[in-house]
Each structure stands twice: as C-alpha cells, then as structure tokens.
Nanobody, 125 residues
Framework: QVQLVESGGGLVQAGDSLRLSCAAS????????MGWFRQAPGKEREFVAV????????SYADSVKGRFTVSRDNAKNTMYLQMNSLKREDTAVYYC??????????????????WGQGTQVTVSS
C-alpha cells in the first residue's frame, strides 16, 4: 500500500504561481504511475496531469497545458505540480493519485489505486 500526502496549496492571486508536492510512503514509489486531479465545488473530480514511472512521459489536461508542469523525484519519493499563470478557474482541491499499472486511460480516476487527502488551491482575481 502507498500513502500519499499533498502539500503546497494556498490562496494566491490570478497570475501567481504555486508548487504542489505529493509525498509518498510505503511501497516503492518508482513502481507507480502518478497523477494529479482536482475537484472544484459542485463539480466532478477531473484529470490535471500524469507522469510515468520514470518521469519520461507526461500528459496534461487541455485546460492547464502550457501553464502546469508535473515532475517527480523518485529518490525523494515525491511528485510535484508547478502551476504558473494561475486563473480563478484553477480554484479546487488538488489530489495526487498512484496507479500500479500504466494505462492510456490515465485521465480516468477509476484507474488509480491510491489517493491523497487533497490540498486546497484558491485563486482570487
């Protein structure tokens, strides 16, 4: 089993940057495909970004492409989400998730086995 803990959320203004972290413990972090999802009030949880086990492959939701960057440091058992040029519509609780198997259907939250508790990001205009 893998335990995931997100951190780095907060209240920022539109145009600012934030970096989220997801610290993993338990089983070998490098064995897992990792993803970021977010959920705004009254909305479904949606895919944000994914990164492969080695970090060599990444993919993003269209809404964040060019502004967000996902990365991981397997030596530190940590994944990151660098968020630049934040917009009000980025306001949400951000969750990290781990999947035991790589799948092309990585935007589907049902393909992830473990989830963190989430960290709140609020962007004001």
């Amino acid at each position: 089993q893998v335990q995931l803990v997100e951190s780095g959320g907060g209240l920022v203004q539109a145009g600012d940057s934030l970096r989220l972290s997801c610290a993993a413990s338990g089983r070998t972090f490098s064995n897992y495909m990792m993803g970021w999802f977010r959920q705004a009030p009254g909305k479904e949880r949606e895919f944000v970004a994914v990164i492969s086990r080695t970090g060599g492959v990444t993919s993003y939701a269209d809404s964040v492409k060019g502004r967000f960057t996902v990365s991981r440091d397997n030596a530190k058992n940590t994944m990151y989400l660098q968020m630049n040029s934040l917009k009000r519509e980025d306001t949400a609780v951000y969750y990290c998730a781990a999947a035991q198997r790589w799948t092309r259907d990585y935007a589907n939250r049902n393909n992830y086995d473990y989830w963190g508790q989430g960290t709140q990001v609020t962007v004001s205009s």
